[in-house]
């Protein structure tokens, strides 16, 4: 008898809508799933964010047990934010390529069934770049950057020449005519002198009359034909580092507009998985193998171009567009895996309701800043469109289960709106905690990276999404406070000046307490999470500029970002879903109780390294 577990993570589905719409019968395999097994709600991770939390679901540990603690860390030499997922490490040896190490530690369940011999098909799971070896095979998710090292940088080009570079994009401004010259931006040369971009060059032509744009590609003679207000497929690009070293990426153009002036957009250039510069499978040549079976698909982790949207220079019809892309290229990697999959476990995230809901949800909320009552008629209901259509991709996972298959349907946490964010760093400044040089204030062009901070007269600072961190002598490079009497008077300072935080512009609290980490995590990495972390009620969310170890204008503002929609608030408040095709032994199921719970039926004992205890 071969026992099978299929696990497949819906990322960030909300219970108050799941439930709704079963109610009205509107997910017909997931009430399938239910009425053979059961449903409950999900108690996710502090933070509710998915690295974390699908960090949790692998190795069946708290935080503090696998070291990820939110999408941004900080470098307590420099002060610094800092990428929390992976690492990059440069080689003594010039000629030698840089090392990525996988910032994730403890001991996720494919490795625990790889050592009894089971084997494991593990796809898009967060935090698994660069892949580990395994019995099976495993295509990296979340942590995977761009061809660029970034996390999704993309390309605007136009020929209106007033136009100036927003967030975290680059922008080619493009000659008159209907037939220019331009280029892709590739990898950073670094080894160049000095050190510069490698490009690859493209020639684009207009067709008015077709309402098209024809691009051709480092010399090639066949033409890329692309539609006004469309998608291309995706169109390989070669970057060259030298006349012996090159590396190949993998982009998609969208069509902007072709007049008055031309604008399009060249989306981030992600691995090639035929030949990426990095490993994003194993076995290293599983990506190059499934590309021939589906063909090209995205490798960045966060595939989904919300920057795009967030710039304004794709709207929500062409966002929605991406994001189907995206999600098909997903299902055919799941129905391909999963005509062959025999025995062990089957794991496949999908990650773009997450990025629809952030993207989307102004249009749901009329308290919302961002809400637009023109487009909310059309878009208002596109989330509940777009579970329907994550139900839709279970048809093909029931038609796989057998009596010996236990299958998981999951989310790693809930949603809501984001109305209002909170600047940590400008109350931390306001309240004597954070201290500027001279008389400079929040609001002000401070520079980047805290570079106005004093840190002499500084007992707190914030980065990442919610964490407080204190200026400990000993640990940060500036530290000013002793571990004991004076760090406790900081932190009871933090969690009594933010507890029922007001905020006087919507009469409502911001902020329902402050949780120190020894209350939250255990476990060998406990030392690398923040110390305080903010548990904000929903509709409020940490700001922008305290994210990246910045400052707002105020301590409270409107958010009146495209993303409007998120889950980092108190972690009780936006707990995540679970429905199996068994009965469970309860209904207050954890995250950490999936581990456990797929070694259990596979018969394979549970280490004690996992805290979680199996639901069957």
Request: proline share 6%.
């Amino acid at each position: 008898m071969r026992r099978k577990v299929i696990v497949i993570g819906l990322d960030g589905l909300e219970p108050g809508i799941v439930e709704a719409m079963l109610e009205r019968g509107e997910l017909p395999n997931l009430a399938k799933i239910r009425a053979s097994g059961s449903y409950s709600r999900l108690k996710t991770t502090y933070p509710a964010q998915t690295p974390v939390a699908w960090s949790s679901f692998a190795t069946g540990t708290n935080p503090g047990g696998h070291g990820i603690f939110d999408f941004i860390s900080r470098d307590p030499e420099t002060y610094l934010p800092d990428v929390a997922l992976t690492r990059f490490e440069r080689p003594k040896n010039m000629l030698a390529q840089p090392r990525v190490v996988n910032r994730r530690s403890g001991v996720p369940v494919w490795q625990t069934l790889s050592a009894a011999g089971i084997p494991s098909t593990i796809l898009r799971c967060p935090c698994t770049f660069p892949p580990e070896a395994m019995q099976g095979r495993m295509l990296a998710g979340v942590g995977v950057p761009d061809l660029r090292g970034s996390q999704s940088k993309g390309t605007f080009y136009t020929q209106d020449r007033t136009v100036v570079a927003q967030e975290n994009e680059q922008l080619i401004l493009l000659d008159s005519g209907a037939e220019i010259a331009t280029r892709v931006i590739g990898p950073r040369n670094t080894k160049s002198s000095p050190p510069g971009d490698t490009s690859c060059e493209i020639r684009v032509q207009v067709d008015q009359a077709a309402r098209k744009l024809a691009i051709q590609t480092g010399g090639s003679p066949a033409k890329i034909e692309v539609p006004e207000k469309g998608w291309s497929d995706w169109v390989r690009f070669k970057f060259k580092f030298s006349m012996l070293q090159s590396v190949t990426g993998i982009a998609r153009f969208y069509v902007r507009q072709l007049e008055p002036h031309l604008e399009f957009y060249v989306s981030a250039v992600n691995f090639d998985p035929a030949a990426p510069m990095f490993p994003v499978s194993a076995p290293a040549d599983y990506a190059r193998e499934l590309a021939d079976k589906i063909g090209l698909f995205s490798t960045l982790g966060m595939a989904e171009d919300h920057n795009g949207l967030n710039n304004g220079r794709l709207d929500e019809a062409a966002y929605l567009q991406h994001c189907e892309l995206v999600l098909g290229e997903r299902e055919r990697a799941m129905r391909f895996e999963l005509d062959r999959f025999s025995e062990g476990l089957f794991f496949m995230l999908f990650d773009t309701p997450d990025r629809v809901q952030h993207m989307l949800w102004r249009f749901r909320d009329r308290e919302h800043p961002g809400f637009e009552p023109d487009l909310s008629p059309e878009l208002a209901t596109r989330i509940e469109e777009h579970y329907r259509r994550c139900d839709d991709l279970l048809s093909a996972v029931l038609d796989k289960v057998d009596e010996n298959t236990l299958l998981i349907v999951l989310s790693d946490h809930g949603f809501g709106t984001f109305r209002r964010a909170f600047d940590t760093n400008t109350w931390l400044w306001q309240n004597g905690l954070l201290a500027l040089k001279g008389s400079r204030k929040p609001g002000e062009d401070l520079g980047e990276g805290f570079v106005s901070v004093d840190w002499s007269k500084t007992y707190a600072y914030a980065v990442g999404l919610g964490g407080i961190y204190l200026n400990l002598k000993g640990r940060e490079s500036g530290g000013v406070l002793e571990e004991g009497s004076e760090a406790e008077r900081v932190r009871h300072a933090i969690q009594t000046g933010l507890a029922d935080f007001p905020d006087a512009q919507t009469q409502r609290a911001a902020i329902r307490s402050v949780s120190r980490r020894e209350e939250l995590y255990s476990g060998a990495f406990v030392g690398n999470s923040p110390d305080l972390l903010v548990n904000f009620h929903r509709g409020f969310r940490v700001s922008w500029q305290s994210a990246v170890g910045g400052f707002s204008h105020s301590v409270l503002e409107d958010n009146m970002r495209r993303w409007s929609g998120d889950h980092i608030v108190d972690p009780e408040s936006v707990p995540g879903i679970l429905f199996m095709n068994r009965a469970a032994l309860h209904n207050h199921a954890r995250i950490i109780d999936l581990a456990p719970t797929i070694l259990k039926h596979l018969g394979v004992e549970v280490p004690g390294t996992m805290e979680g205890k199996s639901l069957l």
